[in-house]
């Protein structure tokens, strides 16, 4: 019984945290989705172009996470799933830059475990939070979203360029919609959370 409540005290923190920071799942949706427009609006950019663009938003997203989890850790108990996510996203960045001679389907298998790693990850961290919050749907939603992009990636590695172009482009339209959706349920789970906080007077 007491290894239950302490369970619950820990999601419920994880929630608290993520609703305190809703700004960073929209920004990195915003981000997402401007990544998408760029592949959507280009569609004569080469696939290598393409991927080291991915690097940088890869990048970009992984330091957001990790900004957001250093920023809060003294007031999280449980940090390895956005840490470890963060982390993933700058590593696979940092070496799309890096390796600069490696073929544009090295740099895909980068990217589809990246993406199956982090939509991994969103889905476990969507179990946990449905005990505390209704908005972990967009999470499993946009988790799910990136493990099937991943498989997608790792199926069709030989597909001609503008599948791959086209496929890339709309996975971060959909993965970006899905983060914005969390977002805005997670701002109204922080206004919720401030309101039960606020003290009540007897009349």
Same mark, same amino acid.
């Given at each position: ?49 393409? $991927? +080291? %663009?991915?690097?940088?938003?890869? !990048?970009?997203?992984? /330091?957001?996470? @990790? *900004? ?78 990136? $493990? +099937? %992009?991943?498989?997608?990636?790792? !199926?069709?590695?030989? /597909?001609?360029? @503008? *599948? ?40």
């Amino acid at each position: 019984m007491a290894e239950l409540v302490v369970e619950e005290v820990v999601v419920e923190d994880i929630a608290s945290t993520m609703a305190r920071y809703w700004w960073v799942f929209l920004l990195r949706g915003l981000l997402a989705i401007a990544f998408g427009v760029i592949a959507f609006t280009y569609p004569g950019i080469t696939l290598a172009v393409l $991927v +080291i %663009f991915f690097g940088a938003y890869a !990048l970009v997203d992984g /330091a957001f996470i @990790i *900004g957001a989890t250093l920023a809060n850790w003294r007031h999280m108990e449980n940090h390895w799933l956005p840490m470890l996510q963060g982390i993933l996203g700058v590593f696979v960045g940092v070496l799309t830059f890096r390796l600069p001679a490696v073929t544009a389907l090295g740099l895909l298998i980068y990217i589809a475990a990246w993406s199956l790693a982090t939509g991994a990850l969103e889905i476990v961290a969507a179990i946990e939070l449905r005990k505390v919050m209704k908005g972990e749907l967009w999470l499993l939603l946009s988790g799910i979203c990136s $493990v +099937i %992009f991943a498989f997608l990636l790792m !199926l069709n590695p030989f /597909a001609a360029a @503008i *599948g791959l172009l086209w496929l890339i482009a709309v996975w971060a339209v959909v993965f970006g919609v899905l983060l914005i959706g969390l977002s805005f349920k997670l701002l109204r789970h922080s206004g919720a959370l401030h309101q039960s906080q606020k003290p009540s007077f007897a009349t």
